[in-house]
């Protein structure tokens, strides 16, 4: 149970997510090929083909995502530690960090 808490606890961690992309990917690459199968073999079109467009819209949403972060300088970049910096990652203010009018209150 132990090996379990620390897994689901990295899972839970900030930026952790960013990690399972590729995987994320690859199933929206395994669904479009059963929907294509299954429109061949005209079983459930209609479906199949909104099916066929949401897993092609996730996979395309997740490329350019990743495409741009990399861009960016790569994950480690965006998520690097400034110095004085406790928690790291580019300067994003936070809800915690931003005053009634929506300004950082450093």
């Not at 606890?9 to 952790?16: E, M, R, T």
């Not at 061949?40 to 467009?53: D, E, Q, R, S």
């Not at 995502?65 to 406790?86: L, Q, Y």
Request: net charge negative; aromatic share 10%; glycine share 12%.
């Amino acid at each position: 149970m132990s090996l379990l808490n620390s897994a689901m606890d990295h899972l839970n961690q900030p930026g952790s997510g960013v990690k399972f992309i590729w995987f994320i990917q690859m199933v929206c690459v395994f669904i479009i090929q059963l929907c294509v199968t299954s429109i061949y073999n005209g079983l459930a079109v209609p479906h199949m083909i909104v099916l066929t467009f949401l897993s092609s819209g996730l996979f395309v949403s997740l490329y350019v995502f990743d495409t741009e972060i990399k861009g960016r300088g790569g994950w480690e970049k965006v998520f690097a530690k400034k110095d004085g910096d406790d928690e790291g990652g580019e300067d994003v203010p936070t809800r915690a960090s931003k005053d009634a009018g929506g300004k950082k209150t450093d």
